[in-house]
Structures are given as C-alpha cells and as structure tokens.
C-alpha cells in the first residue's frame, strides 16, 4: 500500500526543522519552468597579424588588489566607535552586509562588558534571531553550563559571535561576509578588552586568530592574539553546537576549560 501524501503541513514542519523559516522575496519562483540558458557561441578567432619590427610588449603587472568596498566601509566606520553602545549604533545603520536585510534584528553581545573573559562564536542561529541576543537556543544553554563548570556566567563573561545578523536558514556565513563583519568584532574585542579571548569553533578561531589548521588541531592550544595596544591571551575549543552532535569531544573540551580557568585565575 503506498504511503500517504505528505500534506501542507507536514511539509511546512519539515522545512522549518530544515532551517527553511524565511522568505528572501515575496514572489514564488518556479527553478523547474525557468528557460535553460543559452549556450554560449564561441567566438572567432582573431586575425594574427605580422609583428616581427615591433619591439616585444612589457610584461604584464597585476594591479594592487582593491578591497571590496563594503570591507573597506567597515575598516573605516569600526576605528570610530569610542564605546561599545557606539559600535552598537554603527551596526544598526551599516548597510553594507546582505544579512542585515534577511535578518530579524541584530545580535550584537550579551554578558558583562567589564569581564575578563570573552566568548566569540559564529553567527547567530534562529533562537538568537528571535531574542537578538547570543548563544539562548540549545547551544547557548550547553554554553552555560561550560561557563558553570569552572565558575562562570553570563553576569562574569562577554559573549558575542563575529557575524551579528542570522544567515537565511542557519546555514555558513561566506568567507565575504565574513570579511566584512570582522573589523566590528575586532573593535568589539579592543572595547571590551579582556583578558582571555575563547574562540568556539574553527571559524571563529581561523578568523580571529588567522589560524589555517581545523579545529582538532588547535584546540586547548595557547594563541597570541594582538588588539594593536596589547597581547590578549586566546584559546580555541569545539562550539556547543558541535558538541550536541558529538558529545564524545565534552571530555576534551573540559581540558580546555580547566585550562582557561588557570589562567583566569593565574
């Protein structure tokens, strides 16, 4: 006997457990009755002409690489924010990430911006979206419970992530919008200026700490990370996240956080 149709509703539930939750235009597109591209034609190949009196042409010289305008935007507006609500207010009327306009609200911190410690993930998920505060779905509340673990909570830690908009549907910020939001999260680092920076997940530390290796290759290691008036010291370990789905990698992530604590306390 065949299975039933999936009806509206059970489709709705799928896509939302998908991550699938917002719209990015009011129009429905249909990809299946869309005209196949044309194909492109080659062109002729051109006439060789004779050029034996002429001297040869200088080689080529790449041009100096233009930075993206919007990285460039935000170079020049993350430097003026004098104090965090400064920096808060300049991402509210930044325009120059795509996420801003898919987004519900910006998630910019949550926690103490007097702490000694600093959290920095990803980007926000659906929960954060919601709340426009950092790490309060599932994740968050493992997060919790690794800050408690060695006498911390949000009242005794900054926490925010590098991307302070949602992606559409959870999925991974591009190396681009990375690229744009991390002059305000490097700000963000100099305002709070702690004393211990931990990085939750290997693009979170190959991004603030410029690191090229995985996650299991850097983390519970010792970083130097530079603000330009000081050096912070900075740790990598596994996100909340990844730890949900495999939670075998809990024990390594302890030996990071009795680590971090040391030196907390040191």
């Known amino acids: 006997m065949p299975e039933p149709m999936p009806t509206a509703r059970d489709l709705l539930a799928f896509y939302l457990e998908a991550g699938v939750d917002c719209a990015l235009s009011d129009t429905p597109v249909d990809r299946l009755s869309e005209e196949p591209a044309a194909e492109i034609q080659p062109t002729a190949r051109p006439t060789l002409?004779?050029?034996?009196?002429?001297?040869?042409?200088?080689?080529?010289?790449d041009p100096a690489p233009v930075p993206d305008a919007a990285i460039q935007s935000a170079r020049d507006l993350a430097p003026q924010a004098a104090t965090l609500e400064e920096l808060r207010g300049l991402l509210d009327r930044f325009d120059g990430c795509a996420l801003k306009s898919t987004a519900t609200r910006l998630?910019?911190?949550?926690?103490?911006?007097?702490?000694?410690?600093?959290?920095?993930?990803?980007?926000?998920?659906?929960?954060?979206?919601?709340?426009?505060?950092?790490?309060?779905?599932?994740?968050?509340?493992?997060?919790?419970?690794?800050?408690?673990?060695?006498g911390l909570d949000r009242t005794s830690a900054y926490i925010a992530n590098i991307i302070p908009w949602r992606p559409p549907g959870n999925r991974d910020p591009s190396p681009h919008e990375t690229q744009i939001c991390l002059?305000?999260?490097?700000?963000?680092?100099?305002?709070?200026?702690?004393?211990?920076?931990?990085?939750?997940g290997k693009p979170s530390s190959q991004a603030i700490l410029d690191l090229k290796d995985g996650i299991m290759k850097t983390r519970g290691r010792w970083f130097d990370y530079d603000t330009g008036t000081r050096r912070i010291k900075a740790m990598a370990t596994f996100h909340p996240a990844y730890l949900l789905r495999q939670p075998i990698y809990k024990r390594l992530v302890w030996q990071d956080l009795r680590a971090v604590?040391?030196?907390?306390?040191?």
């Open 49 to 61: 002409f004779r050029t034996a009196n002429l001297a040869p042409p200088p080689p080529p010289v």
């Open 107 to 150: 998630v910019f911190a949550d926690g103490n911006p007097q702490a000694n410690i600093m959290f920095i993930g990803e980007a926000p998920g659906r929960d954060e979206d919601l709340a426009g505060l950092p790490f309060v779905g599932r994740s968050g509340k493992l997060l919790d419970l690794m800050m408690a673990a060695i």
């Open 183 to 200: 002059p305000f999260i490097r700000r963000q680092i100099q305002l709070v200026d702690p004393d211990v920076i931990v990085c939750l």
């Open 261 to 266: 604590r040391k030196a907390l306390q040191g």
